[in-house]
C-alpha cells in the first residue's frame, strides 16, 4: 500500500526531523473538508502534527457544514465533490511556479 509519510519510516522515531532537513522537500498537503467530517480531520491534523509535518506546508478549504441526506450521489455528496475538483484547480492556478 502508499504511505502517507513524507520519508521512510523504520522502527522507532524517524531519524531526521521534517522541519529541519527535508521541508523545502515536502510537497504542500491540499484538504477539501466539512464540518462533518470534523472528527476524520481532527484525527488526520494530529497525525501531521505527529510526525512533525510543517504546518505551513498544509492548505485547507473548509466547505462549511453540508446538508442532509449523505451518502453516496446524493445532492450533498455531489457538491462536495464538484468543490473538491473546484478547490484543487484554484490553489494550482493560485500556486503555479510558487
Not at 10 to 37: H, I, Q
Amino acid at each position: 500500500g502508499h504511505s502517507m509519510l513524507p520519508w521512510p519510516m523504520g522502527p522507532g522515531e524517524p531519524s531526521e526531523s521534517p522541519e529541519t532537513d527535508l521541508a523545502g522537500e515536502l510537497l504542500p498537503l491540499l484538504a477539501v473538508t466539512s464540518n462533518n467530517y470534523e472528527a476524520v480531520f481532527s484525527f488526520w491534523q494530529s497525525s501531521l502534527d505527529f510526525i512533525g509535518y510543517p504546518a505551513e506546508k498544509r492548505h485547507v478549504r473548509n466547505l462549511g457544514s453540508l446538508r442532509p441526506p449523505f451518502g453516496y450521489c446524493t445532492e450533498s455528496w455531489r457538491y462536495a465533490i464538484d468543490q473538491q475538483l473546484i478547490e484543487v484547480v484554484k490553489w494550482i492556478e493560485e500556486h503555479q511556479g510558487t
